[in-house]
T-cell receptor, first 113, second 115 residues
Framework: QQQVKQSPQSLIVQKGGISIINCAYENTAFDYFPWYQQFPGKGPALLIAIRPDVSEKKEGRFTISFNKSAKQFSLHIMDSQPGDSATYFCAALFSGGYNKLIFGAGTRLAVHP | DAGITQSPRYKITETGRQVTLMCHQTWSHSYMFWYRQDLGHGLRLIYYSAAADITDKGEVPDGYVVSRSKTENFPLTLESATRSQTSVYFC??????????????FGSGTRLTVV
């Protein structure tokens, strides 16, 4: 019930391609869905986030697509660059109680030149 | 310096020893969190705190103890370290206000190895 399932575990994309990472959840008490980006040796950093009343949010080359009925959301990275190579985590936040974020297992993205 | 700092960055300890990981933030954020990061498991919440002297368990609290006597500090103690606690530990903080881009700010992590 508290899980956020993320796939794939790893992803290799050529420079200029589209990277797609998917997440799914069960608990309808989640009401906020951020994505975090983590470079080696660093802590995760907020990349982009969406609320369930919106179906899509775009910031530069990064887009979140949200399907409330399917309880799924995804991150699309357009024109992927080698500098995008990192681990990406989706997460979900409960609507009540201590602002707890539940994270997916992470996707290690490698963008090859 | 402003921000959230963790210490030490790296720690090797022996099984059975007590270890304390430190976390300090300068923003006066009310919420603080401890996560552990393991391959295949992502980030799992160990403990969190909504304010000084208010703490609660997360997903994987066994073997850990926290305290929060001051808003800016949130130390995590492994009472008797085990090899299964070898991991990278991240501290994070956040405000209580859910704005448009609400999120946590993470520290740089502590890599703990229990031998």
């Amino acid at each position: 019930q508290q899980q956020v399932k993320q796939s794939p575990q790893s992803l290799i994309v050529q420079k200029g391609g589209i990277s797609i990472i998917n997440c799914a959840y069960e608990n309808t008490a989640f009401d906020y869905f951020p994505w975090y980006q983590q470079f080696p040796g660093k802590g995760p950093a907020l990349l982009i986030a969406i609320r369930p009343d919106v179906s899509e949010k775009k910031e530069g080359r990064f887009t979140i697509s949200f399907n409330k009925s399917a309880k799924q959301f995804s991150l699309h990275i357009m024109d992927s660059q080698p500098g995008d190579s990192a681990t990406y985590f989706c997460a979900a936040l409960f609507s009540g109680g201590y602002n707890k974020l539940i994270f997916g297992a992470g996707t290690r993205l490698a963008v090859h030149p | 310096d402003a921000g959230i700092t963790q210490s030490p960055r790296y720690k090797i300890t022996e099984t059975g020893r007590q270890v304390t990981l430190m976390c300090h933030q300068t923003w006066s954020h009310s919420y603080m969190f401890w996560y552990r990061q393991d391959l295949g498991h992502g980030l799992r919440l160990i403990y969190y705190s909504a304010a000084a002297d208010i703490t609660d368990k997360g997903e994987v609290p066994d073997g850990y103890v926290v305290s929060r006597s001051k808003t800016e500090n949130f130390p995590l103690t492994l009472e008797s370290a085990t090899r299964s606690q070898t991991s990278v530990y991240f501290c994070a903080s956040s405000t209580g206000t859910r704005g448009v881009n609400y999120g946590y700010t993470f520290g740089s992590g502590t890599r703990l190895t229990v031998v």
